[in-house]
């Protein structure tokens, strides 16, 4: 299997109001037809900016526009093909993700990766010959390591991470939406959006700290040239990270600090992924250390093709950020990833129709053999096989095929609709449906319920509406060409760059000594500048190093104290525990604990009272039992209770 590298772009985007006002300088600048992008350290004016190559580089004229068709076009025009994809903007906090991902109106051209993807989809899916899409979306929400559904009908309940042996990590209980158009996917959005802030209005908390997952699930039914079906599925995951800053810088405090760390964790475990990654010794990738990891894990180094956008504040006072993502970025670009088609996906909802779709076609092709009566029994058991299908969706052939045999069954009213012509039912015929509907035929109950049922279906999978449109194809063939030849562009202008390498200047024949000299010298002088950037390089990676080691101490110290208040607290209530409890034995109910991985928390044994004596009861003269033990003989017994407060 082919691997491919995870895309790296940076976008810098203009300096703010804010940053004009407090009178700060710029320190990114770039070279975009090479991709690169440099970093002036303002502390160290003499000093060679740092340079940092990837797949693309956007300054502040760029839009999204351009990114999107330069970039991101390839990636998700695989995700129609039946490849994962993901997208996520990566940066400190005011950098640009939301803008990036989100994006505003107006200007058209700033509109955001999220919408023009559900554009791009849904031109591919019209455009599509012989195959049909159910597309269903999802909004997920993690904050402080805790996952909410944006979408959902409790927007502020918890849900829970899985793992199942085939579909992998889920959420469960992640509500999906089945949509049909680009106004559908983009109302979706907005609503999600809409939660996220007022969860924040309410809670008193910060978005910020909070990863976003916008994701689009695909099921794919094509039809080859021999006529043989394929079921493919695909995933576009569309992610804003929280702001990458580091948390001492914030200034958060309390309960603020108290979440900060949390999501850290969640960031830093992100890093951390990607450097077990990339150093390609570690055998253990830690994407169990935080939810954002788990759910990312067939992001980096899985099956998926990922692009990372790392957004950059052009302004000096964000340099010591800025670096920080870079090289974030920079260590990104390296991890290798597998994608390959995801083909008979086993839990395909699609799969699961076209069974139902066989077993409809037994019961009305045995309607139409029977007489009357035993024909409407079958179609009774074809709706009871609708309904079971609550949320069922078939691709057009089989509708129409189906249509046909409704309407052709000794139940119908002779010719109750137009009968689809052949190439209608290849293309599943939109007309015949609204031509039932136009005509108000009166159906036997059964029949119209079934047709009903088969109508709604229809509406919900989509594909080929304009598949005979040129002009769209045309356009789709241009848009896939420019990405192809903007990578090329990129490839030579960094041949043409390297051009002067050692190598040629070395092996070269020159006329004259002085011109050997001559250039033998400006290589050295370039040498000496590579020396220079990689011994700053190594000082600036210590000094990072040190502060990033402050903070994990600060952090340490912090959780430090906050166990030892626990540990004071337990000391003081341990004593009110009555004796008989369980609980008064700490050191073995920590011996019992077991921790949970999957759900990160502790299991810790019931709370009991376990009563061993219990008061003497007067022997009174009683006939003796047959066989009785000898505690009850004793009056010795042992009782579980279940654990009450004590008083
Ligand atoms: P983040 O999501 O990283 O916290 P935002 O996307 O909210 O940052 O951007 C912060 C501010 O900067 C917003 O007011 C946004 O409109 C503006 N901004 C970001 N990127 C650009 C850009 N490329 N061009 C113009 N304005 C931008
Ligand atoms: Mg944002």
Known sequence: MASEAVKVVVRCRPMSQREKALGCKAVVSMESARGQCFLQNPAAAGEPPKQFTFDGAYFQEHNTEQIYNEIAYPLVEGVTEGYNGTIFAYGQTGSGKSFTMQGIVDPSTQKGIIPRAFEHIFESVQCAENAKFLVRASYLEIYNEDIRDLLGADTKQKLELKEHPEKGVYVKGLSLHTVQSVGQCERIMETGWRNRAVGYTLMNKDSSRSHSIFTVNMEIYTVDERGQDHLRAAKLNLVDLAGSERQSKTGATGERLKEATKINLSLSALGNVISALVDGRSKHIPYRDSKLTRLLQDSLGGNTKTLMVACLSPADNNYDESLSTLRYANRAKNIKNKPCINEDPKDALLREYQEEIKKLKAILAEQMSTNNLSGRRALTGCRDVLRCASSSQYS????????????????????????????????????AEVAIAAEGISLPADQQQVLARLQMLERQVVGG???????????????????????????????????????????????????????????????????????????????????????????????????????????????????????????????????????????????????????????????????????????????????????
């Not at 010719?415 to 007309?431: H, Q, Y």
């Not at 960094?494 to 400006?522: G, M, P």
Request: aromatic share 6%; proline share 7%.
């Open 396 to 431: 057009h052939s089989d509708f129409s095929e189906l249509q046909l045999l409704v309407s052709s069954s000794p139940q119908a009213p002779a010719a109750p609709w137009p009968v689809p012509d052949a190439d209608d039912v290849r293309r599943g015929s939109a007309g």
């Open 465 to 647: 509406e304009q598949a005979k449109n040129k002009d769209l194809k045309e356009k789709r063939k241009r848009r896939k060409k420019y990405a192809d030849e903007r990578r090329m562009q990129l490839v030579a202008a960094l041949q043409q760059s390297d051009e002067d390498t050692s190598d040629w200047v070395l092996l070269n024949v020159y006329d004259s000594i002085q011109e050997e000299v001559r250039a033998k010298s400006k290589l050295l002088e370039k040498m000496q500048e590579k020396l220079r950037a990689a011994e700053t390089e190594i000082k600036d990676l210590q000094s990072e190093f040190e502060l990033e080691k402050i903070d994990y101490l600060g952090t340490i110290r912090r959780l430090e104290r906050d166990l030892l208040l626990f540990q004071q607290l337990l000391d003081q209530v341990q004593s009110l525990v009555r004796r008989d409890c369980n609980y008064s034995n700490l050191e073995k109910i920590k011996r019992e604990s077991v921790w949970d991985e999957e759900n990160g928390c502790w299991r810790i044994p019931e709370p009991v009272v376990q009563r061993t004596r219990l008061p003497a009861v007067p022997v009174l003269p009683q006939p003796q039992p047959a066989r009785s033990s000898p505690a009850a003989q004793s009056g010795d017994r042992t009782v579980m209770l279940p654990f009450s407060p004590c008083s």
